[in-house]
């Protein structure tokens, strides 16, 4: 039992934490995120250089066959730095759909294009309709002799305007809730009857509704077997599930110890707020919180790493417990920041509206506690 | 004991559905709907409730008031808050006017409540600085006597509305001596005197309702003064006492609630709705009987203080519940929006038509815990005032 | 709209508090509470000269006709004291059934003996398979020719050892949940076959388990309707409940006061600890608790007494909010005066034990939630 | 990083599992159900670990330690409360000797240690006084020498099981002068000694653990004083960080909720079971992950105190997190039984077997977050000592 970092674990994080520390302010942060794009092709770039966009996939692949807990250690970092690069949205959701059931010729082109920089890829798997069902899918898709044509809408795309390509959850047979039918399809962002309508999001970030309306795709669109995408879209879930409360421990972490650091500063009454006791105990309820979600995130991509039977259970603890303590944390750290706290000039506003987002991205602390109960039934 | 509505309760909660039936317009509901304010509608609105006669219903009768029983205020507010329409904008009619209608000069009231009244002249607050928020009277702002006139220099921080305000109600520091309270005073400026500058404080919620106010050798013409001077934190503080009824916001939250509860009965999910979900549905159950509480112990509070005694130690609670119990009604429906609730529109619905205004009121509403005397101020106000700790 | 008692509900409060104040501190409430019979006789001769023990009933039946807030007044001042003479049982409850469908006879018989100290009646509602389901009732009484015979068994019988009479609530038709087909009976409890076994309750009262094998009553044990009992044993519920959080609200004034009492003399590191800010905003929660508790009473008392149509909710919200906030109120307590607060030489724990029984009676904080959740769907 | 048992983990856990099903019986398991423990039980179910040399996994290897690995411990731990073994008494093997082992001379090691690894003399804690709780450091019971002999005069309050003790080590004071942690030795102290005296405290659990212990002239030789006079505080502090795996009481807790979730899941309530319950059920839920939380918080705390490093930030939650998820797991229990939580059977079950035995569990467990330093110094501690406030 040991929850030591080997060699290479270490560097990794020594270099996302620097990247951060020296190129991510706070104020940089913000210059991206209000670019045209809403990040910078440069630190996108230097994420190539770096590595850091083949970290999961394997040697085969090109890449050096990182597992969750490199994952882990590259988010905590990010949720540090509030990064808006669309790492979670082209390397752990597309990536992870391509290397999972991509053919030879996908991942060799696909995948290559992830890792040196030159391709962005978005997941278009959410539907209006469908609130937090990953098999609530209504577009459809008809096959034909060519490949299929595609019709139907699909909402908050992430990083969905920046995209070169979609890789779309379809619905090719079955009702709009079944689980079988579903189908994943690789389309060219800027393939005829592709209408990409860019969105800003509250945190800063990017998303885009997309239409399809009779897009044809050909055969070869096709990534994995038709029908069967499920089981692969609940597992790519499950590792997004793992980077993102990955990076919201990491913005917890900074919200507790920048509202202590705050505290020390602001003076009231002639003296620095953080003498009041009662701060104090709110601060480490926070620090407490912190911790706590930190111990389930180990939990989680330890058991998912070792591919334990509970890893179900560990997955909805985790995304349970970080959608709460995580407003919790960030809402008690917005309040000790007084009015500062409700302004754009202190980055702690911008922590809160990144975990609200994280709640709500791939199931909220409700949907994810009720089905934490469901397994945990006695 | 009785909480039942009299005859004439009910024939006048008729009269005032009537007349919001046919001026809540939707134009009229647009005038506020989360963060900023719509200042057009908001003048239009006001001038027909003034036309009315019931823009001002705790001013005395004689001068704009109403003469309204409690419960017809209670009735009055709740209809309002049940219609949709926008509240009045408070810093003139439920602020500044209070001030200067109890320690104004004739010259003064004759000067300033009638445009008030009339929503011609728009107000805003100038107290908190950065230096001095919840400990107001560490205030910094600096009014020199020159001849007639006082010179201002300093600043304000957190002013609503300053943008789009003609008058701005202050307090400066005239002396430096004795305790820190008693050396303030009551100032109404022209945001028009040169020296005033207006600056946009960038909020959460993307929209623009702070500002802070910078004063650099404005000159204030020593009439502009309330009362006396130094005596400025007196009559500062009756006005915080003053209004009551409005500072839990219960009418408020009860329609906020009430949109929720709709929203969550109608929005599809899977094969059914989302109010179906038990968890969502204890939530909101929660905060509604939190609410219920909380409508009586304003009740209570009002009626002690329409009955002449002291508001009890129940009204001390009214604005850490109040905003508490917004927050948690602005938490839900976020959550009820879902995905949505997190995508900034430029004014198209996406998903649900909820979701914009709800995230701008969940944002901005962060605020309400800290301003008007942070709740841990309130709290230790309580812990003192009420409990003798 | 007033919250002004009348002269008459301020002398009947005066007249409680002060009997409360000067009769019934907490050692002579112990002293009560551990005696044979769980409580003062002499006490309840006390109550029955000073009226108390009229006061819901209508003139006709001999009281003075008090309505909810009179009922309110009195238990808000017993819940202060923790007074343990089973008023709520003899008076509150059968004394409420046989107010509503009692008979001329019954009335001018039990009523009266209730009214004069003479009778005590135990409410036989509770059945251990039935949860907080009041219609769940599985003891039967066959009917012939002479009247009924009762088989079954009920628990948690409140003063069941020293009533005179139970009013049993038995099934005469239907299934064991249904509405239709529950009945009640007057029983003497030295009737052949009644089986009464004494029990202590936690919070230092008196219950009983009460088995019926083949009890024989006549017909005119019968009170109200045949099978028609279970509307007057909601509304008797409901004004039970009125009573119950009356007391619980008593309780809560109590302990927080008796809290910042205690923080005021107990000395740590030097100090009070009553300057201990963190302390200091826990007791303002208390304060907000009570009040807030005390407003929802109100609410339902008066809404109680007006017929209004929001009665329901108002009740269901009260027990609810009384459950949680009692319970928070009183673990606070505890917490706050440290070890003291685990002995049975201050009062506090046992405030916490009745109030977890209130929460208990007549269906918990969760089970009102849902209650009030249904009867206030949009 | 790597959680997975190795191998040998597995087969120790078979060799733990084997031994816990063969020994652990019902009557075992009465030895400790909630307050009140059996002492001759107790002694019975410790010999028989003695006998199989796990009855002190924490001592030295060479003295009658286990030198089981942190993993080891783990399993152990967690197969014990599985298996519904009752945890053994602490004072002696937990507490107490390794103040001996660490501070005592060979002398005194030789005396005490072997009677406590075989569980023949009882022992119980004598630090808090009336006055002199959370604040430790100003107990007052005093003791002067004479001659060869300590006399102690005093009192010591909230000693667990002091009824069934054989020796009660104390803090005394030796000293009034210099700070007040640095005039204090560590005594131990024979309770047959002439002068002391154990008087039972009632508590609100009606049962029996607590007590008070006044010293009236206690004579107590030189030699059963630990290391140096005036230095009890250090030794005494180091027993308070020595002792992490157990304070959290995360294998109990398990335990506790599974047998909740197993209730649940079998009471019958109207046409279906009590774990129907959507509220309870996501109440149940919450604290279980909280509960799997602090499991992991906890295992951090170990590893990182095993590697050789100082106990990491985590460390200092694991009382707080740990009695406040006791005391949820012991609130939903009562919520569960309903009814029957509140009747003192005397012994014999009334409704549902849980009842008794939950309700004394609650009404005890609220102790856990005032001793041993109550929540509130945690908060203080952390406060300064992590977060630097």
Known sequence: MNFDFSEEQTLLKDSVAKFIQNEYSYEARQKNSQSDAGYSEKNWSTFAELGWLCVPFTEEQGGIGGGPVEMMIMMEEFGKGLVVEPYFS??????????????ENQQAELITGIIDGSKKIAFAYNESQARFDLHNVATQAEKN?????????????????????????????????????????????????????????????????????????????????????????????????????????????KLYKDTVAYTKERKQFGVAISGFQALQH??????????????????????????????AKNIAALKYQVGVSGQAVAHEAVQIHGGMGMTDE???????????MINTLFGNADYHLQRFAELSAA | MDIQFTPEDIAFQKEVRAFLSENVTDEIRRGYTGGEVDPDIMVKWQKILHKKGWVAPNWPAEIGGTGWTITQKYIFENECADSGAPSVIPFGLKMVAPVIYTFGSDEQKKRFLPDIL??????????????????????????ELDGDHYVVNGQ????????????????????????????????LIDMKTPGVEVRKIDTIDNQHTLNEVFFDNVRVPVENRIGEENKGWTYAKVLLTHERTAIAGVAQSKKGLQKLKEFTAQ??????????????????????????????????????????????PESSILKIRGTEIQQAVSELTIEACGHYAHILNDGEAIGNDMSWVASAKYLYGRASTIYGGSNEVQKNIIAKMVLGL
Chains 1, 3 share one sequence.
């Open chain 1, 282 to 311: 709110r601060m480490v309820d926070m620090f407490t919180a912190h911790e706590q979600c930190k111990s389930l995130l180990l939990r989680a991509v330890l058991s998912y790493a070792a591919g334990d039977s509970d890893v």
């Open chain 2, 267 to 312: 929005e599809k999910v899977g094969a059914g709705v989302l109010a179906d979900d038990p968890l969502l549905a204890a939530k909101i159950a929660k905060v509604e009987i939190d609410l219920m509480a909380l409508e009586y112990t304003e009740l209570r509070a009002i009626a002690s203080v329409s009955a002449g005694g002291a508001p009890g």
């Open chain 2, 118 to 143: 009339e929503s011609n002249v728009w107000w805003c607050q100038g107290y908190s600085e950065p230096g001095a928020g919840s400990d107001l009277a560490a205030l910094q702002t600096k009014a």
């Open chain 1, 90 to 103: 082209s390397v752990v959701l597309s990536g992870g759909l391509l290397a999972k059931v991509g053919n």
């Open chain 1, 346 to 356: 202190m980055s702690v506003g911008m922590y809160l509206k990144r975990i609200n």
């Open chain 1, 145 to 253: 002799d060519q490949g299929y044509v595609i019709n139907g809408n699909k909402s908050l795309v992430l990083h969905g305007a920046s995209a070169d390509l979609l890789i779309v959850s379809v619905r090719t047979s079955g009702e709009s809730l079944d689980r079988d039918g579903i189908t994943l399809l690789v389309v060219p962002a800027n393939a005829e009857g592709v209408t990409v309508k860019a969105t800003r999001t509250l945190d800063g970030q990017r998303a885009a509704e997309v239409q399809f309306a009779n897009v044809a795709v050909g055969s070869d669109a096709l990534l994995g077997e038709e029908g069967k995408a499920a089981s692969v879209i609940d597992q790519v879930a499950d590792e997004a599930i793992l980077a993102l409360c990955a990076e919201a421990v990491g913005s917890m972490e």
């Open chain 2, 156 to 187: 304000k921080i957190w002013t609503t509305y300053a943008q789009d305000a003609d008058w701005i109600f202050c307090l400066v520091r005239t002396s430096s001596e004795g305790k820190r309270q008693a050396g303030i005073s009551f100032l």
